[in-house]
């Protein structure tokens, strides 16, 4: 057992040396587009949907807390709730991002999104985005939605990860400090079994990098404080796996549609 995970640590320290700089989000968004004659190319369109929803919900975590978002107009109740943050940030969303491809392509389907009534079929596709955050936050400082970041002066906070059973919860906690604005670089300094230490250079103090860690903890990681200094940290993990989401069966489209 300890041969195995002083292997494992070999690895795990060979793969995370690298620092981590807090630039860009990754994830996955669902882009719909209405299918009409005047649209001919509505893939092309339900991919600019999906960027332009990933661009708009990484745009409003940067929001104050105490923010009340505009109510939304009664024709307007199906729209995704940062519909009105998209609208703010411009008509084009691939300004905001760096890469995006389609992952899953699931073409036409009866219309179950589209707000306008009229539209039978619409088309479907889920894509990979990596937002561009600084490009996003530059925007929403401009139009007055985002406080203007300072950065302060560098040090280093030594966050000490416990409760580790395998690499991937501890990647999920670099990754989550990585989109903390106030985080420059991570580094794993070290790695034994079920316990690792990072360095994270930080504008920061540990008090609030671990609240914003907690904040931003994705679903299916749970953070507990152990103890805390200002310079240092140790948190436990535990690691629960999103359940897929489910899978949709094809719909036949109706006899005689085109």
């Known amino acids: ?33 209405p299918i009409t004659k005047d649209d001919p190319s509505p893939r092309d369109s339900a991919l600019r949907a999906a960027v332009r929803t990933a661009v708009a919900d990484a745009a409003a975590a940067m929001l104050p807390a105490s923010f009340a978002p505009p109510a939304r107009p009664p ?22 991002v760096t890469r ?12 179950m999104f589209s707000a ?4 039978e079929f619409e088309y479907v596709v889920v894509a990979e985005v990596n937002v561009d955050l600084d490009a996003v936050r530059a925007k929403m400082e401009k139009l007055g939605l985002a406080e203007h970041s300072a950065r302060g ?23 989550t400090l990585a989109h903390d604005r106030g985080v420059r670089s991570v580094r794993a300094v070290e790695f034994t079994p079920g316990r690792a230490v990072l360095a994270v250079d930080a504008d920061q103090d540990a008090s609030g990098l671990i609240a914003g860690l907690t904040r931003r903890a994705p679903e299916g990681l749970s ?32 006899p005689g549609a085109d």
């Open 1 to 33: 057992m300890r041969a195995r995970w002083g292997a494992a640590a070999l690895v795990w320290l060979a793969f995370a040396s690298a620092p981590v700089a807090a630039q860009e989000q990754k994830g996955q968004s669902v882009g719909v587009a």
């Open 75 to 96: 024709d307007q109740t199906d729209r995704e709730p940062n519909a009105w943050l998209a609208d703010k940030l411009g008509a084009d969303p691939f300004a905001y």
């Open 100 to 111: 995006f491809r389609i992952v899953e392509d699931r073409g036409r389907r009866p219309a």
């Open 116 to 119: 306008d009534k009229s539209v």
């Open 153 to 175: 002066p560098s040090r280093e906070v030594t966050l000490v990860v416990e409760g580790l059973t395998s690499y991937k919860p501890l990647a999920v906690v670099r990754e």
């Open 223 to 254: 953070v507990t404080m152990v103890d805390q200094t200002p310079a240092r940290a140790t948190v436990r993990v535990q690691w629960q796996p999103p359940a897929p989401p489910p899978t949709v069966p094809p719909t036949a489209a109706k």
